[in-house]
């Protein structure tokens, strides 16, 4: 046995301690404010948690595991990952605060070209239950989520894994 890696393991923290050295181990560090994460793709469950928990009610407790089993839904048009290809859907890296329809590769329709509306948790929440009714002529033909709870936690996925930061 090696006693090598566990002290070394314990100088770090020693120095993390005294000099706040960054580090980018799962080692929690519990002054930083959790929004300011990097929303990097290695992101691991307990950083996506502290992001969550920095949102708004209801998507600080939402359920991601549910989240991401809706996201199944929209996978066959939509990716999200930062760079992602566009489909039948745009690529929806960074959609909130982002303006409706401004992805410059993606023929919209004229029905969200003209919404001129930011995206934000209530349009996404509208939108999501009927699309087809909250903007007639969209042409993302997605029957809707009639559960508003799964749209909540639909939601808090797409803001952890699009990088979203709480204001
Ligand atoms: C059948 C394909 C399809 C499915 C399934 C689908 N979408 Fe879309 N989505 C589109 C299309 C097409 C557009 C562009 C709509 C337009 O131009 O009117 C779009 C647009 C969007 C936009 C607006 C993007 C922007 O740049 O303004 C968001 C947000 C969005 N979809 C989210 C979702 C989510 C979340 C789901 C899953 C619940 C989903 N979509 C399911 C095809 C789809």
């Known amino acids: ?3 090598g890696p566990i002290l070394a ?3 770090v923290a020693t120095l993390a301690a005294a000099c706040g050295k960054p580090q980018d181990s799962a080692s929690s560090s519990p002054d930083a404010p959790a929004a300011t994460a990097p929303a990097a793709p290695e992101l691991s469950d307990a950083d996506k948690q502290a992001i969550l928990a920095s949102y708004p009610a209801p998507y600080n407790t939402a359920d991601l595991a549910n989240g991401k089993s809706k996201f199944a839904l929209c996978q066959s048009c939509h990716t999200i990952a930062p ?3 566009n489909m039948t859907g745009p690529n929806l890296h960074g959609i909130f605060g982002k303006k409706s329809a401004s992805n410059p590769d993606f023929k919209y329709s004229d029905a969200l070209k003209n919404a001129g509306w930011v995206w934000d948790a209530s349009h996404l929440d509208q939108w999501l ?3 087809m009714t909250y ?3 969209t042409k993302m033909s ?7 709870k799964d749209r909540a936690d639909l939601i808090a996925y797409l803001m952890v894994e ?3 930061k709480a204001k």
Do not use: D, V
């Open 142 to 148: 997605f029957a809707g989520l009639k559960e508003a």
């Open 1 to 3: 046995m090696r006693l």
């Open 162 to 164: 699009t990088g979203h």
């Open 129 to 131: 239950e009927k699309p």
């Open 83 to 85: 760079g992602g290809a």
């Open 9 to 11: 393991a314990a100088a």
């Open 135 to 137: 903007l007639p002529g």
